[in-house]
Protein backbone atom coordinates (compact mmCIF):
# COMPACT_ATOMS: atom_id res chain seq x y z
CA UNK A 1 0.00 0.00 0.00
CA UNK A 2 1.76 3.53 -0.96
CA UNK A 3 1.69 5.97 1.23
CA UNK A 4 3.18 9.13 1.79
CA UNK A 5 2.91 10.77 5.37
CA UNK A 6 3.73 14.47 5.98
CA UNK A 7 4.91 15.29 9.58
CA UNK A 8 6.08 18.56 11.16
CA UNK A 9 3.77 21.29 10.54
CA UNK A 10 2.63 23.68 13.07
CA UNK A 11 2.06 27.21 14.38
CA UNK A 12 5.25 29.39 14.33
CA UNK A 13 6.39 33.00 14.54
CA UNK A 14 7.25 35.39 11.42
CA UNK A 15 10.84 34.32 11.06
CA UNK A 16 11.01 31.05 12.57
CA UNK A 17 11.61 28.21 11.49
CA UNK A 18 10.29 24.38 10.46
CA UNK A 19 10.97 20.92 9.25
CA UNK A 20 8.84 19.18 7.01
CA UNK A 21 9.26 15.20 6.78
CA UNK A 22 7.82 12.76 4.61
CA UNK A 23 7.94 9.62 4.77
CA UNK A 24 7.22 6.96 1.67
CA UNK A 25 5.95 3.18 1.73
CA UNK A 26 4.76 1.33 -0.80
CA UNK A 27 7.09 1.47 -3.65
CA UNK A 28 10.32 2.10 -4.86
CA UNK A 29 11.19 5.58 -3.38
CA UNK A 30 14.49 5.95 -5.60
CA UNK A 31 12.37 5.54 -8.53
CA UNK A 32 10.75 8.72 -7.80
CA UNK A 33 11.26 12.63 -7.75
CA UNK A 34 10.21 14.01 -5.13
CA UNK A 35 8.69 17.81 -4.51
CA UNK A 36 6.25 19.63 -1.75
CA UNK A 37 3.54 21.78 -2.78
CA UNK A 38 1.20 24.02 -0.35
CA UNK A 39 -2.71 25.62 -1.03
CA UNK A 40 -3.27 28.67 0.95
CA UNK A 41 -7.12 29.14 1.30
CA UNK A 42 -8.65 30.56 -1.27
CA UNK A 43 -5.60 29.71 -3.96
CA UNK A 44 -4.20 27.20 -6.32
CA UNK A 45 -1.95 24.53 -4.98
CA UNK A 46 1.56 25.40 -5.85
CA UNK A 47 4.60 23.70 -6.29
CA UNK A 48 7.34 24.51 -3.50
CA UNK A 49 10.35 22.76 -4.20
CA UNK A 50 11.76 19.71 -6.07
CA UNK A 51 14.08 16.95 -5.89
CA UNK A 52 15.38 14.64 -8.31
CA UNK A 53 15.56 10.75 -7.51
CA UNK A 54 19.04 10.80 -6.50
CA UNK A 55 18.95 13.87 -4.83
CA UNK A 56 21.64 16.00 -6.89
CA UNK A 57 19.29 18.66 -8.66
CA UNK A 58 16.75 20.50 -6.37
CA UNK A 59 14.58 23.44 -8.25
CA UNK A 60 12.33 26.02 -5.98
CA UNK A 61 9.24 28.29 -6.11
CA UNK A 62 10.64 32.51 -5.96
CA UNK A 63 8.67 33.26 -3.36
CA UNK A 64 10.93 30.56 -1.69
CA UNK A 65 14.89 30.65 -2.83
CA UNK A 66 16.85 30.96 -0.26
CA UNK A 67 14.76 30.68 2.78
CA UNK A 68 13.50 26.99 2.00
CA UNK A 69 15.66 23.76 1.35
CA UNK A 70 14.55 20.32 0.11
CA UNK A 71 16.77 16.97 0.75
CA UNK A 72 16.08 13.46 0.96
CA UNK A 73 17.74 10.51 2.82
CA UNK A 74 16.71 7.96 0.15
CA UNK A 75 18.02 5.19 3.38
CA UNK A 76 14.96 6.46 5.07
CA UNK A 77 12.85 6.83 2.46
CA UNK A 78 12.10 10.42 3.41
CA UNK A 79 12.31 13.42 2.12
CA UNK A 80 12.45 17.16 4.23
CA UNK A 81 11.61 20.63 3.41
CA UNK A 82 13.67 22.94 6.42
CA UNK A 83 11.65 26.46 5.82
CA UNK A 84 13.74 29.12 7.44
CA UNK A 85 12.20 33.24 7.16
CA UNK A 86 9.21 31.84 7.35
CA UNK A 87 6.73 34.83 6.73
CA UNK A 88 2.52 34.98 7.07
CA UNK A 89 2.12 34.57 3.52
CA UNK A 90 3.89 30.76 3.91
CA UNK A 91 0.84 29.72 5.80
CA UNK A 92 -0.58 26.94 3.87
CA UNK A 93 -1.63 23.56 3.98
CA UNK A 94 1.97 21.74 2.42
CA UNK A 95 1.26 18.69 0.81
CA UNK A 96 4.39 15.78 0.22
CA UNK A 97 4.41 14.73 -3.94
CA UNK A 98 5.82 11.40 -5.20
CA UNK A 99 6.51 11.54 -9.59
CA UNK A 100 7.96 8.40 -11.09
CA UNK A 101 10.93 9.48 -12.81
CA UNK A 102 10.08 7.67 -16.37
CA UNK A 103 6.29 6.99 -16.32
CA UNK A 104 3.22 8.79 -15.00
CA UNK A 105 2.54 7.48 -11.39
CA UNK A 106 1.89 9.89 -8.92
CA UNK A 107 1.25 9.64 -5.23
CA UNK A 108 0.47 12.27 -3.05
CA UNK A 109 0.11 12.78 1.18
CA UNK A 110 -2.98 13.91 2.96
CA UNK A 111 -0.91 17.75 3.75
CA UNK A 112 0.41 19.16 7.10
CA UNK A 113 -0.75 22.58 8.07
CA UNK A 114 1.71 25.23 8.33
CA UNK A 115 0.54 28.47 10.20
CA UNK A 116 3.00 31.53 10.85
CA UNK A 117 1.67 34.36 12.50
CA UNK A 118 2.34 36.24 15.61
Known amino acids: QVQLVESGGGLVQPGGSLRLSCAASGFIFTNYRMRWHRQAPGKERELVAA????????NYADSVKGRFTISRDNAKNTVYLQMNSLKPEDTAFYYC???????????WGQGTQVTVSS
Open 51 to 58: ITTGGGNT
Open 97 to 107: NAQHNTNNANY
